[in-house]
Protein backbone atom coordinates (compact mmCIF):
# COMPACT_ATOMS: atom_id res chain seq x y z
CA UNK A 1 0.00 0.00 0.00
CA UNK A 2 0.72 2.86 -0.95
CA UNK A 3 0.35 6.76 1.02
CA UNK A 4 0.75 9.94 -0.51
CA UNK A 5 1.57 12.99 2.28
CA UNK A 6 2.38 16.89 1.84
CA UNK A 7 5.74 17.54 0.78
CA UNK A 8 8.53 17.99 3.04
CA UNK A 9 11.90 20.18 2.70
CA UNK A 10 14.74 17.84 1.05
CA UNK A 11 17.83 20.18 0.49
CA UNK A 12 19.52 19.14 -2.97
CA UNK A 13 22.66 20.97 -4.45
CA UNK A 14 22.58 21.81 -8.02
CA UNK A 15 25.81 20.96 -10.12
CA UNK A 16 27.20 24.38 -9.41
CA UNK A 17 26.71 23.70 -5.69
CA UNK A 18 24.05 26.27 -5.35
CA UNK A 19 21.80 25.24 -2.89
CA UNK A 20 18.09 24.50 -4.46
CA UNK A 21 15.96 23.98 -1.29
CA UNK A 22 12.48 23.35 -2.21
CA UNK A 23 9.35 21.02 -1.84
CA UNK A 24 9.35 17.15 -2.12
CA UNK A 25 6.44 14.61 -1.67
CA UNK A 26 7.50 11.54 0.16
CA UNK A 27 5.38 8.75 0.29
CA UNK A 28 4.73 5.84 3.04
CA UNK A 29 4.91 2.63 1.72
CA UNK A 30 4.60 -0.81 2.99
CA UNK A 31 4.78 -4.44 2.00
CA UNK A 32 1.46 -5.08 3.59
CA UNK A 33 -1.07 -3.57 5.08
CA UNK A 34 -1.42 -6.18 8.01
CA UNK A 35 2.20 -5.43 8.75
CA UNK A 36 2.54 -1.67 8.11
CA UNK A 37 4.05 0.84 10.66
CA UNK A 38 2.82 4.44 11.94
CA UNK A 39 3.97 7.17 9.32
CA UNK A 40 4.23 10.55 10.58
CA UNK A 41 5.58 14.11 9.34
CA UNK A 42 6.28 16.51 11.90
CA UNK A 43 6.13 20.12 11.51
CA UNK A 44 10.06 20.45 11.90
CA UNK A 45 9.95 18.50 8.52
CA UNK A 46 11.22 15.35 9.79
CA UNK A 47 9.64 12.18 9.01
CA UNK A 48 8.77 9.10 11.71
CA UNK A 49 8.21 5.99 11.57
CA UNK A 50 6.75 4.11 14.39
CA UNK A 51 5.57 0.46 15.87
CA UNK A 52 2.84 -0.18 17.37
CA UNK A 53 2.47 -3.33 20.20
CA UNK A 54 3.36 -5.46 17.60
CA UNK A 55 5.90 -7.13 16.28
CA UNK A 56 7.73 -7.44 13.00
CA UNK A 57 6.53 -4.12 11.60
CA UNK A 58 7.86 -3.12 7.95
CA UNK A 59 7.40 0.18 6.10
CA UNK A 60 9.44 3.42 4.49
CA UNK A 61 9.60 6.74 3.39
CA UNK A 62 10.21 7.19 -0.02
CA UNK A 63 10.76 9.99 -2.92
CA UNK A 64 12.32 9.66 -6.35
CA UNK A 65 15.03 12.95 -7.65
CA UNK A 66 16.10 13.43 -10.82
CA UNK A 67 20.29 12.46 -11.48
CA UNK A 68 22.75 13.13 -13.65
CA UNK A 69 24.74 9.92 -15.03
CA UNK A 70 28.67 9.85 -14.31
CA UNK A 71 28.33 12.53 -11.88
CA UNK A 72 29.68 12.18 -8.23
CA UNK A 73 27.58 13.28 -4.93
CA UNK A 74 27.44 12.89 -1.20
CA UNK A 75 24.53 11.39 0.25
CA UNK A 76 23.49 12.06 3.81
CA UNK A 77 20.40 11.75 6.41
CA UNK A 78 19.65 11.78 10.09
CA UNK A 79 18.32 9.53 11.98
CA UNK A 80 17.37 8.84 15.63
CA UNK A 81 15.86 5.81 17.15
CA UNK A 82 14.40 4.63 20.50
CA UNK A 83 13.76 1.47 21.81
CA UNK A 84 16.51 -0.41 20.07
CA UNK A 85 19.60 -2.24 20.65
CA UNK A 86 22.43 -1.21 18.62
CA UNK A 87 22.40 -4.47 17.12
CA UNK A 88 18.60 -3.94 15.74
CA UNK A 89 19.29 -0.28 14.96
CA UNK A 90 22.01 -1.59 12.10
CA UNK A 91 19.39 -3.60 10.25
CA UNK A 92 16.06 -1.91 11.36
CA UNK A 93 16.72 1.80 10.68
CA UNK A 94 18.04 1.49 6.86
CA UNK A 95 18.73 3.71 3.48
CA UNK A 96 18.25 2.29 0.70
CA UNK A 97 19.22 3.93 -2.51
CA UNK A 98 17.59 2.64 -5.81
CA UNK A 99 18.85 4.05 -9.54
CA UNK A 100 16.99 4.22 -12.03
CA UNK A 101 16.10 5.00 -15.94
CA UNK A 102 13.84 8.11 -16.78
CA UNK A 103 10.38 5.28 -16.59
CA UNK A 104 11.19 3.86 -13.47
CA UNK A 105 13.01 0.80 -14.54
CA UNK A 106 16.59 -0.90 -13.69
CA UNK A 107 19.73 0.72 -14.93
CA UNK A 108 23.34 -1.40 -15.42
CA UNK A 109 26.21 -0.71 -13.80
CA UNK A 110 28.83 0.23 -16.27
CA UNK A 111 32.32 0.61 -13.91
CA UNK A 112 34.74 -2.13 -14.24
CA UNK A 113 34.54 -2.79 -10.83
CA UNK A 114 32.14 -6.29 -10.64
CA UNK A 115 32.65 -9.88 -10.16
CA UNK A 116 30.49 -11.47 -13.18
CA UNK A 117 29.61 -14.40 -14.04
CA UNK A 118 30.14 -14.59 -17.68
CA UNK A 119 33.23 -12.72 -19.29
CA UNK A 120 32.44 -9.27 -20.08
CA UNK A 121 28.83 -9.07 -18.81
CA UNK A 122 27.83 -6.03 -16.67
CA UNK A 123 25.37 -6.35 -13.75
CA UNK A 124 22.52 -4.45 -13.20
CA UNK A 125 22.95 -1.54 -10.39
CA UNK A 126 21.42 -2.95 -7.51
CA UNK A 127 20.38 -0.55 -4.55
CA UNK A 128 23.23 0.94 -2.64
CA UNK A 129 23.44 0.35 1.55
CA UNK A 130 24.96 3.94 3.37
CA UNK A 131 26.63 3.00 6.11
CA UNK A 132 26.38 4.91 9.64
CA UNK A 133 29.56 7.41 9.89
CA UNK A 134 29.06 9.63 12.95
CA UNK A 135 26.49 10.29 15.91
CA UNK A 136 26.40 13.36 17.42
CA UNK A 137 23.51 14.36 20.24
CA UNK A 138 21.58 11.05 19.52
CA UNK A 139 21.77 11.77 15.91
CA UNK A 140 23.50 9.08 13.24
CA UNK A 141 24.55 10.39 9.86
CA UNK A 142 24.07 8.08 7.27
CA UNK A 143 26.15 9.19 4.35
CA UNK A 144 28.36 7.99 1.61
CA UNK A 145 29.72 9.46 -1.94
CA UNK A 146 28.47 7.56 -5.01
CA UNK A 147 28.95 7.67 -8.78
CA UNK A 148 25.71 7.60 -10.66
CA UNK A 149 25.32 4.94 -13.59
CA UNK A 150 25.73 6.78 -17.20
CA UNK A 151 21.92 5.58 -17.85
CA UNK A 152 20.45 6.64 -14.37
CA UNK A 153 18.11 9.25 -15.19
CA UNK A 154 16.42 8.91 -11.36
CA UNK A 155 17.36 8.17 -8.05
CA UNK A 156 14.79 6.83 -5.27
CA UNK A 157 15.47 7.23 -1.72
CA UNK A 158 14.07 4.87 0.76
CA UNK A 159 14.04 5.54 4.18
CA UNK A 160 13.60 2.35 6.30
CA UNK A 161 11.78 0.87 9.72
CA UNK A 162 12.11 -3.03 9.54
CA UNK A 163 11.33 -5.88 12.17
CA UNK A 164 11.91 -3.32 15.47
CA UNK A 165 11.09 -4.44 18.70
CA UNK A 166 7.25 -3.15 19.75
CA UNK A 167 6.85 0.80 20.48
CA UNK A 168 10.37 1.31 18.84
CA UNK A 169 10.48 4.11 16.23
CA UNK A 170 12.99 5.61 13.71
CA UNK A 171 12.89 9.66 13.12
CA UNK A 172 14.55 10.83 9.74
CA UNK A 173 15.54 14.46 9.08
CA UNK A 174 18.18 16.68 7.01
CA UNK A 175 18.01 14.66 3.37
CA UNK A 176 21.25 15.47 1.53
CA UNK A 177 22.20 15.12 -1.91
CA UNK A 178 25.48 17.08 -2.59
CA UNK A 179 27.88 17.22 -5.74
CA UNK A 180 31.35 16.55 -5.02
CA UNK A 181 34.55 15.54 -7.07
CA UNK A 182 35.35 12.06 -8.36
CA UNK A 183 37.07 10.51 -5.05
CA UNK A 184 40.76 10.01 -5.88
CA UNK A 185 41.82 6.43 -5.65
CA UNK A 186 43.69 5.12 -2.39
CA UNK A 187 46.06 2.62 -3.69
CA UNK A 188 47.95 -0.34 -1.38
CA UNK A 189 50.58 -2.34 -2.69
CA UNK A 190 49.94 -5.05 -0.17
CA UNK A 191 53.34 -7.96 0.04
CA UNK A 192 53.46 -10.65 1.76
CA UNK A 193 56.88 -12.96 2.51
CA UNK A 194 57.08 -16.64 2.12
CA UNK A 195 59.73 -18.11 4.23
CA UNK A 196 60.77 -21.41 6.30
CA UNK A 197 63.73 -19.68 8.70
CA UNK A 198 65.44 -22.58 9.16
CA UNK A 199 68.80 -21.37 9.95
CA UNK A 200 69.81 -20.98 13.44
CA UNK A 201 68.25 -22.25 16.83
CA UNK A 202 67.73 -19.15 19.16
CA UNK A 203 64.88 -16.53 17.80
CA UNK A 204 67.85 -13.47 17.80
CA UNK A 205 68.98 -16.02 14.98
CA UNK A 206 65.49 -16.17 13.00
CA UNK A 207 64.80 -12.72 12.31
CA UNK A 208 67.43 -11.68 10.05
CA UNK A 209 66.42 -14.30 7.82
CA UNK A 210 63.66 -11.90 6.88
CA UNK A 211 65.83 -8.86 6.26
CA UNK A 212 66.53 -9.31 2.29
CA UNK A 213 63.18 -10.39 2.14
CA UNK A 214 61.77 -7.26 3.59
CA UNK A 215 63.91 -4.89 1.40
CA UNK A 216 62.55 -6.88 -1.63
CA UNK A 217 59.52 -6.23 -1.27
CA UNK A 218 59.99 -2.58 -0.18
CA UNK A 219 61.77 -2.73 -3.52
CA UNK A 220 58.73 -3.12 -5.13
CA UNK A 221 56.59 -0.36 -3.21
CA UNK A 222 54.89 -2.57 -0.57
CA UNK A 223 53.39 -0.37 1.99
CA UNK A 224 51.95 -3.37 4.60
CA UNK A 225 54.42 -6.57 4.59
CA UNK A 226 53.38 -9.55 6.13
CA UNK A 227 55.58 -11.89 7.79
CA UNK A 228 54.89 -15.66 9.40
CA UNK A 229 53.34 -17.10 12.39
CA UNK A 230 55.83 -17.32 15.44
CA UNK A 231 58.86 -16.72 13.74
CA UNK A 232 61.03 -16.98 16.55
CA UNK A 233 60.36 -20.19 17.52
CA UNK A 234 60.44 -21.63 14.31
CA UNK A 235 63.52 -24.97 13.91
CA UNK A 236 64.41 -23.47 17.34
CA UNK A 237 63.26 -26.94 19.62
CA UNK A 238 62.26 -24.39 21.88
CA UNK A 239 59.38 -24.21 23.69
CA UNK A 240 57.10 -21.29 23.43
CA UNK A 241 57.79 -19.95 26.94
CA UNK A 242 61.25 -20.30 26.14
CA UNK A 243 60.90 -17.77 23.05
CA UNK A 244 58.89 -15.51 24.29
CA UNK A 245 59.73 -11.93 24.85
CA UNK A 246 57.42 -8.77 25.83
CA UNK A 247 56.22 -6.47 23.19
CA UNK A 248 58.00 -3.76 22.95
CA UNK A 249 60.81 -6.30 23.46
CA UNK A 250 64.05 -7.10 21.04
CA UNK A 251 62.26 -8.64 17.95
CA UNK A 252 59.67 -5.54 17.84
CA UNK A 253 62.92 -3.75 18.00
CA UNK A 254 64.47 -5.00 14.96
CA UNK A 255 61.40 -5.10 13.02
CA UNK A 256 60.77 -1.65 14.09
CA UNK A 257 63.79 -0.91 12.59
CA UNK A 258 63.06 -2.34 9.12
CA UNK A 259 59.77 -0.51 8.68
CA UNK A 260 61.35 2.61 9.52
CA UNK A 261 64.13 1.98 6.75
CA UNK A 262 61.93 0.62 4.83
CA UNK A 263 58.86 3.36 5.09
CA UNK A 264 56.46 0.50 5.59
CA UNK A 265 54.49 -1.27 7.41
CA UNK A 266 55.64 -4.74 8.91
CA UNK A 267 53.70 -7.45 10.55
CA UNK A 268 55.10 -10.17 12.72
CA UNK A 269 54.20 -13.23 14.11
CA UNK A 270 55.18 -13.38 17.89
CA UNK A 271 54.89 -15.01 21.26
CA UNK A 272 54.52 -12.58 24.03
CA UNK A 273 55.13 -13.22 27.47
CA UNK A 274 53.57 -10.34 29.52
CA UNK A 275 53.99 -11.57 33.81
CA UNK A 276 53.20 -15.14 33.78
CA UNK A 277 51.04 -15.68 30.20
CA UNK A 278 52.40 -16.01 27.22
CA UNK A 279 50.21 -14.77 24.00
CA UNK A 280 50.52 -16.00 20.78
CA UNK A 281 50.64 -12.20 18.86
CA UNK A 282 50.76 -10.69 15.66
CA UNK A 283 52.80 -7.26 15.73
CA UNK A 284 52.13 -4.01 13.24
CA UNK A 285 55.46 -2.34 13.09
CA UNK A 286 55.36 1.70 11.38
CA UNK A 287 57.17 3.03 8.85
CA UNK A 288 58.51 5.60 12.31
CA UNK A 289 59.77 2.53 13.90
CA UNK A 290 57.34 2.36 16.69
CA UNK A 291 54.73 -0.36 17.40
CA UNK A 292 51.23 0.43 15.70
CA UNK A 293 49.57 -2.13 18.23
CA UNK A 294 49.29 -5.96 18.01
CA UNK A 295 46.61 -8.61 18.26
CA UNK A 296 46.80 -12.02 20.71
CA UNK A 297 45.45 -14.86 18.65
CA UNK A 298 41.54 -15.48 20.01
CA UNK A 299 41.49 -19.14 18.83
CA UNK A 300 44.13 -21.42 19.89
CA UNK A 301 44.94 -25.45 18.60
CA UNK A 302 45.54 -28.59 20.71
CA UNK A 303 49.36 -28.21 20.82
CA UNK A 304 49.23 -23.99 22.19
CA UNK A 305 46.49 -24.57 24.65
CA UNK A 306 48.47 -28.09 25.78
CA UNK A 307 51.72 -25.54 25.27
CA UNK A 308 50.47 -23.30 28.17
CA UNK A 309 49.51 -20.22 25.47
CA UNK A 310 46.30 -17.75 26.77
CA UNK A 311 43.54 -16.83 23.83
CA UNK A 312 43.25 -12.57 23.71
CA UNK A 313 39.39 -11.74 23.84
CA UNK A 314 39.74 -8.55 21.80
CA UNK A 315 39.86 -8.05 18.11
CA UNK A 316 41.45 -4.19 17.90
CA UNK A 317 41.51 -2.59 14.32
CA UNK A 318 44.41 0.02 13.50
CA UNK A 319 44.74 3.03 11.73
CA UNK A 320 47.45 3.14 8.72
CA UNK A 321 48.73 5.60 6.26
CA UNK A 322 46.60 3.79 3.66
CA UNK A 323 43.94 2.28 5.32
CA UNK A 324 42.43 0.44 8.63
CA UNK A 325 44.51 -2.79 9.24
CA UNK A 326 43.48 -5.81 11.38
CA UNK A 327 45.33 -9.30 12.04
CA UNK A 328 44.27 -12.53 12.75
CA UNK A 329 46.54 -15.50 13.04
CA UNK A 330 46.55 -19.53 11.83
CA UNK A 331 43.44 -21.14 13.80
CA UNK A 332 41.60 -18.02 13.42
CA UNK A 333 41.04 -18.48 10.29
CA UNK A 334 39.17 -21.71 10.54
CA UNK A 335 36.64 -19.97 12.30
CA UNK A 336 33.95 -16.65 10.25
CA UNK A 337 33.52 -14.80 14.19
CA UNK A 338 37.23 -13.33 13.79
CA UNK A 339 37.69 -12.12 10.28
CA UNK A 340 33.72 -10.49 10.61
CA UNK A 341 34.46 -8.93 14.28
CA UNK A 342 37.70 -7.47 12.48
CA UNK A 343 36.03 -6.33 9.32
CA UNK A 344 33.25 -5.03 11.94
CA UNK A 345 35.14 -2.98 13.53
CA UNK A 346 36.31 -1.29 10.33
CA UNK A 347 39.34 -3.48 8.49
CA UNK A 348 40.16 -2.85 5.23
CA UNK A 349 42.98 -5.19 5.13
CA UNK A 350 43.06 -8.42 7.35
CA UNK A 351 47.25 -9.72 7.78
CA UNK A 352 47.19 -12.88 8.45
CA UNK A 353 50.58 -15.00 9.49
CA UNK A 354 49.41 -18.31 10.10
CA UNK A 355 51.33 -21.58 10.17
CA UNK A 356 48.94 -23.51 8.24
CA UNK A 357 45.33 -23.65 7.37
CA UNK A 358 42.94 -24.65 4.25
CA UNK A 359 43.50 -22.20 2.03
CA UNK A 360 39.60 -22.06 0.93
CA UNK A 361 38.86 -20.64 4.31
CA UNK A 362 41.08 -18.07 3.29
CA UNK A 363 38.88 -17.05 0.56
CA UNK A 364 35.93 -17.29 2.72
CA UNK A 365 36.62 -15.00 5.47
CA UNK A 366 37.58 -12.49 2.55
CA UNK A 367 34.54 -13.13 0.27
CA UNK A 368 32.37 -13.11 3.37
CA UNK A 369 33.50 -9.96 4.43
CA UNK A 370 34.60 -8.33 0.88
CA UNK A 371 38.06 -7.48 2.64
CA UNK A 372 41.41 -8.07 1.96
CA UNK A 373 43.10 -11.01 3.41
CA UNK A 374 47.26 -11.75 3.32
CA UNK A 375 48.48 -14.64 4.38
CA UNK A 376 51.77 -15.75 4.77
CA UNK A 377 52.67 -19.50 5.19
CA UNK A 378 54.99 -22.09 6.20
CA UNK A 379 53.09 -24.80 3.80
CA UNK A 380 55.15 -25.79 1.13
CA UNK A 381 52.89 -24.84 -1.99
CA UNK A 382 53.45 -27.80 -3.89
CA UNK A 383 50.76 -29.51 -0.94
CA UNK A 384 47.39 -28.77 -1.22
CA UNK A 385 46.96 -26.77 1.90
CA UNK A 386 47.42 -23.10 3.11
CA UNK A 387 49.07 -20.39 0.69
CA UNK A 388 51.42 -17.38 0.86
CA UNK A 389 49.33 -15.13 -0.94
CA UNK A 390 46.92 -11.88 -1.28
CA UNK A 391 42.93 -12.91 -1.15
CA UNK A 392 41.01 -9.86 -3.01
CA UNK A 393 37.29 -9.41 -2.00
CA UNK A 394 35.54 -12.32 -4.35
CA UNK A 395 37.85 -14.47 -2.13
CA UNK A 396 40.49 -14.61 -5.37
CA UNK A 397 44.07 -14.70 -4.66
CA UNK A 398 45.67 -12.19 -6.63
CA UNK A 399 49.29 -12.61 -6.11
CA UNK A 400 50.66 -16.04 -4.27
CA UNK A 401 54.40 -16.83 -3.52
CA UNK A 402 55.69 -20.50 -4.60
CA UNK A 403 59.10 -20.61 -3.95
CA UNK A 404 60.89 -20.52 -0.75
CA UNK A 405 62.18 -17.01 0.28
CA UNK A 406 60.23 -15.23 -2.53
CA UNK A 407 57.63 -12.35 -1.89
CA UNK A 408 53.89 -12.01 -3.31
CA UNK A 409 53.06 -8.40 -4.23
CA UNK A 410 49.66 -6.95 -5.72
CA UNK A 411 48.30 -2.95 -5.86
CA UNK A 412 44.87 -2.92 -4.98
CA UNK A 413 42.66 0.73 -4.75
CA UNK A 414 41.22 0.94 -1.21
CA UNK A 415 38.41 3.34 -2.60
CA UNK A 416 36.94 0.78 -5.24
CA UNK A 417 34.09 -1.39 -4.29
CA UNK A 418 32.71 -4.38 -5.94
CA UNK A 419 29.73 -4.89 -7.46
CA UNK A 420 28.01 -8.36 -8.02
CA UNK A 421 25.01 -9.80 -9.85
CA UNK A 422 21.77 -9.55 -7.93
CA UNK A 423 23.27 -8.17 -4.61
CA UNK A 424 25.67 -4.90 -6.03
CA UNK A 425 28.16 -3.85 -3.95
CA UNK A 426 28.05 -6.49 -1.01
CA UNK A 427 30.59 -5.50 1.35
CA UNK A 428 28.08 -2.27 2.02
CA UNK A 429 24.68 -4.51 2.84
CA UNK A 430 26.62 -6.98 5.51
CA UNK A 431 25.58 -4.95 8.32
CA UNK A 432 22.12 -4.36 7.21
CA UNK A 433 21.46 -8.07 6.52
CA UNK A 434 23.48 -9.94 8.62
CA UNK A 435 21.69 -12.00 11.01
CA UNK A 436 21.37 -11.11 14.86
CA UNK A 437 22.60 -13.32 17.65
CA UNK A 438 20.75 -13.84 21.19
CA UNK A 439 24.05 -11.92 23.00
CA UNK A 440 23.33 -8.64 21.16
CA UNK A 441 19.26 -8.19 21.43
CA UNK A 442 19.58 -6.72 24.82
CA UNK A 443 19.02 -3.22 25.14
CA UNK A 444 22.41 -1.25 25.64
Not at 153 to 158: A, F, G, N, V, W
Not at 173 to 181: I, K, M, T, Y
Not at 407 to 427: C, Q, R
Request: aromatic share 10%; net charge neutral; hydrophobic share 35%.
Amino acid sequence: MIVRVLPVCLVIFSPAGTVLAGEHDWESEAPRDEIRPVFQQHESGSLSITADEREGLNGWWTTTLPVEGRSHFRFSVKRKTTGMSAAEIRRAAIVRLIWENARGGPVIRDEPTFSSYRPGEKPRAEPEFPPDVSTSDGWTTVSQIYRVPVTAKQLKIELHYRWGPPGSQVVWRDVRLEPVAEPEPRPVKLATIHLQPREGRTPAEKRPQFAPLIANAAAQGADLIVLPETLTVYGTGLTYAECAESVPGPSTDYFGKLAQKHDAYIVAGLLERDKHLIYNVAVLLGPDGNIVGKYRKTTLPRGEIEGGITPGNEYPVFDTRFGKVGMMICYDGFFPEVARELTKNGAEVIAWPVWGCNPMLGAARACENHVYVVSSTYTDSSRDWMITGIYGHDGKVLSQAKTWGSVAITEVDLNKPMYWHSLGDFKAQIERHRPLVPAALSPK
